[in-house]
DNA sequence: AGCCAGGCACCGC
DNA sequence: GCGGTGCATGGC
């Protein structure tokens, strides 16, 4: 990885396959704020990073050489070689092709798989802008303040200690809603060990799965969006409305049902589900495939 | 006003 | 096991 460290911004200069709006845009992660034109602040690993980028080149700001490092570089997974995956999918079929071409700067981040797990909980039945209003809440609520940046105070992501301080009546307050009960019982079920969430990067996915489904409120899609999101698990195939649309259209042309498009593309895409998976739902979603 | 939002639990069969 | 229904809340 060969970047330029100016004061306390790191910059590269020809940084490929990577577009900082596809990247946090696109549905994987909800901390983040547009102040411009490629211009975003992220929270995650309880710092505040700046990203611009014109064209191919990218700049993180106030941040140092040992925290890119140490952080960054894996959570933006730059060592992946995504040419590589993008062209495998590309040849796959003209479908993947065209969504891989438009959405050709996804990368899929490496966030806290606790994090993920309580984020796509509160994803169901939700909307984005929603979703993203939940987390700061709970942030500002039971996280820890981190730092400041134009006067707006930033807060991390709670602890499952932190969290678990909070009552169902307490999440309701703050307008969760129905998926109150499921946050106090991830909580619960993880503080008191009957779900390891460091396990889920190397058991079994099958296993993987039945595990993270023993928490009320995570069903067949949170688990797979935990495990790709989350633990690195690029073979799952997060199948929700979005991309039961676009599978439909392209290559089932009628109502099928979720079971069997997850079962025919994780079988299709292979070790690469989860990645033709975000090129796929991104693609639709802009695209409003199967809306008015 | 009613429908929908990156689903899921719960129920009846 | 499979399909239908309710769910908190807010935007449109």
């Given at each position: 990885m060969e970047y330029i460290v100016n004061g306390n911004n790191i910059l590269i200069n020809r940084l490929r396959d990577f577009d900082i709006e596809h990247i946090l845009e696109c549905?994987?992660?909800?901390?983040f704020y547009k102040s411009d034109n490629k211009d975003y602040i992220l929270i995650a690993f309880n710092k505040i990073l700046r990203v611009t980028q014109e064209k191919n080149k990218v700049i993180f700001h106030d941040t140092n050489e040992q925290e890119f490092n140490e952080i960054w570089i894996k959570y933006f997974d730059l060592k992946r070689n995504y040419k590589e995956i993008k062209n495998t999918l590309s040849t796959l079929d003209k479908y993947l092709d065209k969504a891989v071409n438009e959405k050709s700067g996804i990368r899929i981040l490496q966030q806290e798989i606790w994090e993920t797990l309580i984020s796509f909980i509160l994803s169901q039945n939700n909307n984005i802008n929603r979703i993203k209003i939940l987390i700061e809440r709970l942030s500002k609520k039971y996280?820890?303040?981190i730092g400041e940046q134009n006067s707006i105070k930033y807060y991390s992501f709670p602890t499952v200690e932190q969290l678990s301080k909070a009552s169902e009546q307490d999440l309701r307050d703050l307008k969760v809603g129905f998926r109150a009960p499921y946050i106090v019982d991830a909580c619960f079920r993880i503080i008191n060990e009957e779900?390891?969430?460091?396990e889920l990067f190397t058991m079994e996915i099958q296993d993987a799965k039945k595990e993270l489904i023993?928490?009320?409120?995570?069903g067949p899609k949170v688990a797979d969006c935990v495990l790709l999101f989350?633990?690195?698990?690029?073979?799952?195939f997060p199948t929700d409305v979005w991309v039961k649309r676009i599978m439909e259209y392209y290559y089932f042309d009628k109502d099928t049902k979720i079971k069997e498009i997850h079962e025919f593309a994780t079988g299709y895409y292979g070790h690469l589900a989860g990645f033709a998976q975000q090129y796929l739902f991104y693609y639709a979603r802009d695209l409003k495939v199967g809306k008015k």
């Open positions: 549905g994987q992660c909800f901390r996280g820890t303040y779900v390891n969430l460091n023993k928490i009320k409120g995570v989350g633990a690195k698990r690029y073979e799952v």
